[in-house]
């Protein structure tokens, strides 16, 4: 009888540990998918319990990608968005996302809608073999190019939708990018993303002007304002 | 450069050219006449077919190539009777009074010909009447890439 006892002891105290490491193991699959940025989404959580709007990630010298696709009428298209003189914002909506309508509806009212940069901004729905085209044509603001394009989805890494990625047209470098549920939240990332972007840009500006004084170059210096040296023959 | 392809039309675009290609709408269907749109400026979408939309936002540095296919019945003959893509295309091709409606400083050009027993229309906008002889290039440069099947 003890034995049995003994033996049931260990038996619950084994499924006691699997039980608790199967805990751990979905809290931790849990935390990933948070940080992955998983249930921002209010479909995925009924209720439409508020979540944290991500910081814009900045990848670096990530440069862009012309978007090449076809629109919700068929067209076959190609978006110039390196080496353009505008900037870009492209908007990675979907037909489905409850926090997608809400950009849909507002890139219908185009008169209220201010894009930070004066960028351009282009709607891009994955394909038709995902999209219903006559579903994107409904949603589609007339005001602005829709393309629809798997490849987009797939060469800018869109983890989710919404997702926004910023691009400056002449350099064609990815300014930011990241995701919100309002477009006042869209152009506060980008608003800050520019700002930061003006910052490195006049940071550089100061340390040439550091090393430049240190060379012992201040403004002013002759070798700084070359003249103008005339053609003479002998020269040739 | 990028290509654009799309029901036997290929063009290759240069570095921040916007591009279209589409099936014109006509009463009879049952023949295929397409359309493609190529601009190096940020073409509006829902344009119609001469791209006139696109037209009155050029700045002058802006060129827009519209080509469009006509009726096959026309092909070969009259308007249509050149066969082939403009091979000499210059500065005095082009003229401000050519713009389907009154756009100062604008200029454009049409040429219309053949191309495997259908019709075509090359219809080119130039953002500056002025800066022609310079635009021109960016056009040829471009047009150079077209294939027609």
């Known amino acids: 009888m003890a034995e049995v006892v003994a033996i049931q002891a260990v038996a619950i105290v084994l499924l006691g540990v699997l039980v608790v490491g199967l805990l751990r193991s979905h809290a931790e699959i849990l935390r990933k998918l948070h940080e992955l940025g998983a249930g921002l989404d209010p479909d995925a959580t009924p209720g439409g319990v508020t979540t944290r709007v991500p910081a814009p990630v900045r990848r670096g010298e990530a440069t862009g990608f012309d978007v090449a696709g076809i629109t919700p009428t068929d067209q076959a298209a190609r978006i110039g968005v390196v080496g353009a003189r505008q900037s870009t914002v492209l908007a990675f909506l979907s037909s489905g996302c409850l926090t997608c309508g809400g950009f849909w509806d507002t890139f219908a009212r185009p008169d209220r809608l201010t894009v930070p940069g004066g960028a351009r901004l282009v709607v891009v729905t994955k394909g038709s073999e995902i999209e219903s085209p006559a579903r994107i044509r409904e949603l589609a603001p007339p005001a602005f190019p829709v393309v629809m394009s798997t490849e987009a989805w797939l060469e800018y890494q869109v983890p989710h939708t919404p997702y926004f990625v910023y691009v400056d047209g002449p350099s064609g470098r990815i300014i930011g990018e990241g995701s919100a549920q309002t477009w006042d939240q869209v152009t506060s990332l980008w608003s800050q993303a520019l700002a930061d972007d003006a910052d490195l840009a006049a940071g550089g500006e100061a340390r040439a002007d550091r090393e430049l004084l240190q060379a012992g170059i201040h403004p002013g210096h002759e070798s700084l304002h070359p003249r103008r040296r005339r053609w003479s023959p002998d020269d040739e | ?149």
């Open chain 2, 1 to 149: 450069m990028e290509k654009l392809t799309r029901s036997g039309l290929e063009i290759e675009l240069p570095d921040g050219w916007d591009g279209r290609i589409y099936r014109r709408e006509v009463d009879d269907d049952a023949v295929t006449r397409r359309a493609l749109h190529a601009a190096n400026f940020a073409l509006p979408p829902n344009l119609g077919d001469y791209a006139v939309g696109a037209a009155e936002r050029m700045g002058s540095g802006d060129v827009l190539v519209v080509l469009l296919e006509f009726d096959p019945d026309q092909a070969g003959a009259g308007l249509f009777a050149n066969e082939g893509l403009p091979t000499s295309m210059g500065a005095g091709d082009f003229s401000p009074s050519a713009m389907p409606r009154a756009m100062p400083g604008r200029s454009a050009a049409q040429w219309f010909f053949s191309r495997g027993g259908r019709a075509f229309c090359l219809y080119v906008v130039l953002g500056s009447h002025g800066e022609r002889a310079a635009l021109l290039p960016l056009v040829s440069q471009v047009l150079k890439t077209l294939t027609i099947d």
